[in-house]
């Protein structure tokens, strides 16, 4: 098959991989050259995804049967017809438009699907702003529509942060749409990632919960199987088919949860491979999250997936601006047991850009808090040099 990648980078790199060991034909896209994904694929592209013409000649120049969305930022309103052309867009067209505006997953979610959200109201200017974070009270989050990563995001905790988190957040969103959302903070005691993977001809299959920690609006660490009760565990299950099921398609989805005394809150998904879920390259599963989002796309059979070690992945951080990044500490990382690393190949970094992965794994019976601890001591060793 010929598979079309919008987005290459340390994500789609580990997809390419899986889909190369299968012998898949892809072509990677992305604004920049020698991104991650690139380095790996048969072809590649440089365009302005957002760029709806851009992206037409491209699919109408390679003919993909699959086109397979890496980021958000893409022009998705253009999949409908990519769609109707009879390419398969993963997991849907609906899915990846959906998901690229938080306010249409939100009321998907909230309102068609009656999912427990945290408590939500939109705003196009500061003054609606003000009467939203009236109607959901203090404190409270602010992100843009159009953001990932925590960008654009801020927490209101009094009156006179409001107008600060309204500026920040149209500072950072992404594409035409000035709209924020502003939601109840959710006083979680922890968040999960539920890997959901839908196929064409066969059940619906859950991965274990991924734990993980979030700093600056980016993952630290990730953790499986995340500590939760077996019946917060069937709500988020019961949740993410629902929500998957109303999207379409087949694929691997990233459904998001806040578990809370109160119980379980859906907060968004990623129709495609999670960041946290990179903790699956530490060989947890008998599948890592990469090869089962493309046996659920070539609809090839998954039978079941197994938990076969716990284990844990923190990220390699740059600190500074370089366009030659170099690593130091590399040997150290390889010497310590049931250790492992990515370094992404990235061709740039800046402070706090993710530009690899530290993986731990152990037995099933490990403590997951030792894993953890393991996994951030082994990227702290790696540097990052300019
Ligand atoms: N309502 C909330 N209450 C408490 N914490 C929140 C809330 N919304 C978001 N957060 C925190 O901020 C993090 C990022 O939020 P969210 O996932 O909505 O944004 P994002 O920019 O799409 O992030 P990403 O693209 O990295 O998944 C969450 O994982 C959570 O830790
Ligand atoms: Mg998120």
Same mark, same amino acid.
């Given at each position: 098959?010929?598979?079309?990648?919008?987005?290459?980078?340390?994500?789609?790199?580990?997809?390419?991989?899986?889909?190369?060991?299968?012998?898949?034909?892809?072509?990677a896209?992305?604004?920049?050259?020698n991104?991650?994904?690139?380095?790996?694929?048969?072809?590649?592209?440089?365009?302005?995804?957002?760029?709806?013409?851009?992206?037409?000649?491209?699919?109408?120049?390679?003919?993909?049967?699959?086109?397979?969305?890496?980021?958000?930022?893409?022009?998705?309103?253009?999949?409908?017809?990519?769609?109707?052309?009879?390419?398969?867009?993963?997991?849907?067209?609906?899915?990846?438009?959906?998901?690229?505006?938080?306010?249409?997953i939100?009321?998907?979610?909230?309102?068609?699907?009656?999912?427990?959200?945290?408590?939500?109201?939109?705003a196009?200017?500061?003054?609606?702003?003000q009467?939203?974070?009236?109607?959901v009270?203090?404190?409270?989050?602010?992100?843009?529509?159009?953001?990932?990563?925590?960008?654009?995001?801020?927490?209101?905790?009094?009156?006179?942060?409001?107008?600060?988190?309204?500026?920040y957040?149209?500072?950072g969103?992404?594409?035409d749409?000035?709209?924020?959302?502003?939601?109840?903070?959710?006083?979680?005691?922890?968040?999960?990632?539920?890997?959901?993977?839908?196929?064409?001809?066969?059940?619906?299959?859950?991965?274990?919960?991924?734990?993980?920690?979030?700093?600056?609006?980016?993952?630290?660490?990730?953790?499986?199987?995340?500590r939760?009760?077996?019946?917060?565990?069937?709500?988020?299950?019961d949740?993410?088919?629902?929500?998957?099921?109303?999207?379409?398609?087949?694929?691997?989805?990233?459904? *998001?949860?806040?578990? $809370?005394?109160?119980?379980?809150?859906? &907060? /968004?998904? +990623?129709?495609? =491979?999670?960041? #946290? %879920?990179?903790?699956?390259?530490?060989?947890?599963?008998?599948?890592?999250?990469?090869?089962?989002?493309?046996?659920?796309?070539?609809?090839?059979?998954?039978?079941?997936?197994t938990? *076969?070690?716990?284990? $844990?992945?923190?990220?390699?951080?740059? &600190? /500074?601006? +370089?366009?030659? =990044?170099?690593? #130091? %500490?590399i040997?150290?990382?390889?010497?310590?047991?049931?250790?492992?690393?990515?370094?992404?190949?990235?061709?740039?970094?800046?402070?706090?850009?993710?530009?690899?992965?530290?993986?731990?794994?152990?037995?099933?019976?490990?403590?997951?808090?030792?894993v953890?601890?393991?996994?951030?001591?082994?990227?702290?060793?790696?540097?990052?040099?300019?």
């Amino acid at each position: 098959m010929k598979i079309l990648l919008l987005g290459s980078g340390e994500l789609g790199k580990e997809f390419v991989i899986a889909a190369q060991r299968i012998g898949q034909t892809i072509i990677a896209v992305d604004s920049y050259e020698n991104a991650p994904a690139m380095q790996v694929a048969h072809a590649f592209e440089v365009i302005n995804m957002l760029d709806g013409e851009a992206l037409d000649r491209i699919v109408a120049k390679h003919q993909p049967d699959f086109i397979v969305p890496e980021i958000e930022a893409i022009r998705t309103e253009r999949f409908y017809d990519y769609e109707k052309q009879g390419i398969t867009v993963v997991p849907s067209a609906k899915a990846a438009n959906f998901t690229m505006n938080r306010k249409a997953i939100r009321d998907l979610a909230s309102k068609e699907l009656g999912l427990k959200t945290a408590n939500y109201r939109y705003a196009t200017t500061a003054e609606e702003l003000q009467k939203g974070v009236e109607a959901v009270g203090m404190p409270c989050v602010v992100k843009p529509l159009m953001s990932s990563s925590g960008k654009g995001q801020s927490t209101i905790k009094t009156e006179s942060d409001i107008e600060k988190a309204w500026n920040y957040a149209v500072e950072g969103s992404r594409g035409d749409v000035v709209e924020v959302i502003v939601e109840a903070f959710v006083k979680f005691n922890s968040e999960i990632t539920l890997l959901t993977v839908v196929q064409n001809n066969n059940p619906t299959l859950f991965c274990a919960p991924i734990g993980h920690r979030q700093e600056r609006g980016d993952y630290q660490e990730s953790w499986q199987p995340a500590r939760i009760s077996d019946k917060d565990l069937y709500e988020a299950q019961d949740m993410a088919e629902k929500v998957t099921e109303a999207l379409g398609g087949a694929g691997l989805f990233g459904v *998001e949860f806040f578990l $809370a005394d109160d119980g379980v809150y859906f &907060s /968004e998904l +990623s129709p495609r =491979p999670h960041d #946290t %879920g990179m903790v699956t390259l530490a060989g947890t599963q008998n599948f890592n999250e990469f090869e089962l989002h493309l046996r659920a796309i070539l609809s090839l059979p998954i039978f079941e997936i197994t938990l *076969e070690k716990v284990g $844990a992945s923190a990220v390699i951080l740059a &600190s /500074e601006n +370089s366009t030659n =990044p170099t690593y #130091t %500490g590399i040997e150290k990382v390889a010497s310590l047991p049931k250790t492992d690393f990515r370094i992404f190949g990235k061709p740039t970094s800046r402070p706090y850009k993710r530009m690899g992965v530290a993986l731990v794994n152990d037995t099933l019976e490990t403590p997951i808090e030792e894993v953890v601890e393991k996994a951030k001591k082994a990227a702290s060793l790696v540097t990052v040099n300019s």
